[in-house]
Nanobody, 126 residues
Framework: QLQFVESGGGLVQPGGSLRLSCAAS????????IGWFRQAPGKEREGVSC????????NYANSVKGRFTISIDKSKNTVYLQMNSLKPEDTAVYYC???????????????????WGQGTQVTVSS
């Protein structure tokens, strides 16, 4: 079965950094676009960043541009999200998901994202 396992979340002070990992099993990342999403309490799930495994193109939400970097290690079948200069408003549960045959411009189109991980909590607080 297809599965994502997110890890790397935790508690960090404002201005700190975390690296999230999304390990895929049951499929290889070829031909998929992989996205990171987040959901804060009482808020809708929103796209954070995504990356195409085929051409390496990326997309970022305006709120994280310049602070977050998405990357992929195909040898480990894992996608990463490096989060720097974290702010309290980054606090959320972060999820990874896959979309077959979609471009990174589909980050905000919910129905194209087929498989989702269980999420990992990121809390940015003093």
């Amino acid at each position: 079965q297809l599965q994502f396992v997110e890890s790397g979340g935790g508690l960090v002070q404002p201005g700190g950094s975390l690296r999230l990992s999304c390990a895929a099993s049951g499929f290889t990342l070829d031909y998929y676009t992989i996205g990171w999403f987040r959901q804060a309490p009482g808020k809708e799930r929103e796209g954070v960043s995504c990356i195409s495994s085929s051409d390496g193109s990326t997309n970022y939400a305006n709120s994280v541009k310049g602070r977050f970097t998405i990357s992929i290690d195909k040898s480990k079948n894992t996608v990463y999200l490096q989060m720097n200069s974290l702010k309290p408003e980054d606090t959320a549960v972060y999820y990874c998901a896959s979309a077959l045959g979609a471009t990174v411009q589909a980050m905000s189109i919910r129905h194209v994202w087929d498989y989702w991980g269980q999420g990992t909590q990121v809390t940015v607080s003093s």
